[in-house]
């Protein structure tokens, strides 16, 4: 471990002179909505970004050649508040979100379950399956959204310090009281249940056909080290109904240049506010003296100074690696040490000569094609996938989210080619320090096959193939352990758990270091959430010190 580098002056004060007033560390979309906001505010803002493009894990890429735009990993959006769009005026650097279609579930027997917006539709397609399910569609939509409602303000807000004493702390615990005011005896024990359950025991309280229930637990699980029967993945199904495209609620998007177009908005507004962003700029360390945070340093070996560091990154890469433990209080260290990261996911993208054609629904719908196509007959086998791949085995069988963003955004690929976006699990957490490269292709073969089976002639239109797994995620874009979220979304790891006990709010032990990254409440997903309310915290800290500095 490179030992931290300190600084002779006692940079106590934010509000002394330095060449920027912040430095942030990740040009992924939150520490670019933070670097925004912030130049907004008149604060000078430079963001360093290891890699040679902006973006972390939400980046286009051309892993097939310039005619083909590729969201390697992140691949839709939703979470992005409709008021930071407009806040930041992301739709003047060219942000655009196609609305995605509905979800189809093609099966091995040749049937498809499909579910479109259309109540009596919608309604018409579960009955196919099972008359009861479809009766109790509605009711279970309905309580997931009234959940929902009283959960997804909570996302967009900064946690309250629950336990602490401090006058300040006890406020904000009481802001949180009068928000759970809405909550009756029956709404505070579906809360309990869905928090604390898993999908599979959500999912049977209403439902009884193989084709709705595999269809709707690939939302508990997905990007989760966590079965359809693991306590907490209820909780996963409903992130899903809080996020909102165009006033949609629970809508899903595709960007305009795939995932890539959101944030060179981002990156294009914060330019526009005088923030300055620089690509291949490795921070090896965060320099410290006395209990604060002074700056950084690049691999370069320039030294950038600054009131205020702002971290995007893992957790265990900003405080395990970029820091000296030494430096933080023991318990802060056990808690990110302790930080769950694991996951089994591989990202599987294609270049194809043109649309698959389902054998159970053979003719172009876009709402088909541009829609969610999922490969999951039970939640049985998801379940099965999923102990396998904890056995150590990559799964046999596994399930996949799949998108065509193509359908919607010819800037994509040449006229008549499409990209198509796999999301798939599971192999071994193992993978992310020790892949077995055999092992993987067999398993993207494997879920190729899965597509090959409900749509003959598949395998013949993949022109070009890109397979990431859990190692490639963690080396190349930052996810340790593969997790998209920077970490689990266990109970014990959200809210005012996440990342540290103590240390929800955005701040860390270090005067003038905060946190902005997935790993932060409001992350999990392509939310700019955390990048925003680090703003909040940065600026409030500023006008106190100020306020004492006069006193």
Known sequence: MTQVKTEEKDLAAPWLATPWDVVIIGGGHNGLVAATYLAKHGLRTLVCERRDIVGGAAVSEHPFGPDYTVTSLSYVVSLLPADLVGD???????????????????????????????????????????????????????????????????????????????????????????????????????ITRLLTGSIADLLDAYFESDALRGLLSVSGVIGMWAGPRSAGTGYVTLHHHIGDVDGHAGAWGFP??????????????????????RTGAEVTEITTSRGRATGVLLASGEQVAAATVVTTLHPKLSFLHLLDPAVLPDDFVADITGWQSRSGTVKINLALDRLPAFASHPDFDPQVHGGTIVLAESLDDIESAFTEAVAGRPSALPFADICIPSVFDDSLAPAGKHVMSL??????????DDPDEGELARYADRVIARMEAVAPGFTDLILHRQVIGPEQMHREYG?????????????????????????????????????????THGGGGVTGIPGRNVVHQILADRRLGRWRSRG
Request: charged share 20%; aromatic share 10%; glycine share 12%.
């Open 423 to 432: 999301f798939t699990q599971w192999v071994p957490c193992g993978y992310a």
């Open 479 to 519: 996810l340790v352990g593969g997790n998209i979220f920077h970490g689990e979304m266990t109970m014990g790891q959200m809210f005012h758990g996440r990342p540290a006990a103590g240390y929800a709010d955005l701040r860390t032990p270090l005067r003038g270091l905060y946190q902005a990254g997935s790993s």
């Open 88 to 190: 930041l005026r992301l739709e003047q650097h060219g942000y655009h979100v196609y609305p995605q279609g509905c979800y189809f579930a093609p099966r091995a027997d040749g049937r498809y379950l499909r579910l479109p917006d259309d109540p009596k539709e919608r309604h018409e397609e579960i009955a196919k399956f099972s008359a009861s399910d479809a009766d109790n569609y509605e009711s279970y939509q309905a309580k997931m959204a009234s959940v929902a409602a009283i959960l997804g303000p909570l996302l967009t807000q900064i946690p309250p310090k629950l336990g602490s004493r401090k006058p300040a702390d006890l406020f904000g615990q009481l802001g949180l009281l009068r928000h759970l005011r809405k909550v009756d005896t029956r709404l505070a024990v579906d």
């Open 256 to 277: 305009r240049g795939g995932m890539g177009g959101v944030t060179a908005a981002l990156a294009a507004s914060a330019r526009s506010f005088g923030a300055e962003i």
